[in-house]
């Protein structure tokens, strides 16, 4: 079935450094990718998607491209901020399955 | 105005009792969602329904029975709680294709004592 790996957690820095998170997908067919964040005590929020491959989304200075040859999804942003800490969720939703399939989160920890 | 909201926020109860979560979104949305996340943060879609009509029910023991009253509802009704139902449960929402984003509630924390 189809699934999504993430990297494992924490990922800890200091602010203004630049992140990534790793994301790589395996499915059937041409499936959409998400990035959703979830703040501490909050539910998820998408932060950007992508629905074809070589697309790029982007919100709040996060940006991913859906890498169809690698099946990759990373997250980045080239400037954290202590408001990013949070924990990161790659997902992906395949053609005529109206779930998500979601990785195992990443947690973000941005020191001041 | 809260987009997809939830109730309770907690949820303290002992094992064998039987207890609901409602949720209800102002979205306008065909589609709705129960999600588990356990307590190492993983997420597991348990079900969907789409215009009242269930599409989705990923081998979720039959204690749990969702209800959908109309398209802008769906309750989670959990009967015999076991220690292992302790976990957040969100429920989401999305329009009725299969790559639009879902939206979240703010989840339910459901504690077995």
């Known amino acids: 079935g189809d699934s999504v790996t993430q990297m494992e957690g924490p990922v800890t820095l200091s602010e203004e450094a630049f992140l990534t998170i790793n994301c790589t997908y395996t499915?059937?067919?041409?499936?959409?990718l998400f990035w959703y964040v979830q703040y501490p005590g909050e539910g998820l929020q998408l932060l950007l998607k992508a629905t074809k491959a070589d697309d790029k989304g982007s919100n709040k200075g996060f940006e991913a491209t859906y890498r169809k040859e690698t099946t990759s999804f990373h997250l980045e942003k080239g400037s954290v901020q202590v408001s990013d800490s949070a924990v990161y969720f790659c997902?992906?939703?395949?053609?005529?399955?109206?779930?998500?399939?979601f990785g195992t989160g990443t947690r973000l920890l941005v020191s001041p | 105005d809260t987009a997809v909201s939830q109730t309770p926020k907690y949820l303290v109860t002992q094992m064998g009792n039987d207890k609901s979560i409602k949720c209800e979104q102002n979205l306008g949305h065909d589609t709705m969602y129960w999600y588990k996340q356990d307590s190492k943060k993983f997420l597991k879609i348990m079900f969907s329904?789409?215009?009242?009509?269930?599409?989705i029910n990923e081998t979720v023991p039959n204690r749990f029975s969702p209800k959908s009253p109309d398209k802008a509802h769906l309750n989670l009704h959990i009967n015999s709680l076991e220690l292992g139902d302790s976990a957040v449960y969100f429920c989401?929402?999305?329009?009725?294709?299969?790559?639009?984003?879902?939206?979240f509630g703010d989840g339910t924390r459901l504690s077995i004592l």
């Open positions: 997902a992906l939703s395949n053609t005529g399955f109206q779930k998500l399939v």
């Open positions: 329904y789409n215009n009242k009509e269930l599409i």
């Open positions: 499915a059937t067919g041409y499936p959409s």
């Open positions: 989401a929402s999305s329009q009725d294709q299969g790559y639009q984003p879902q939206h």
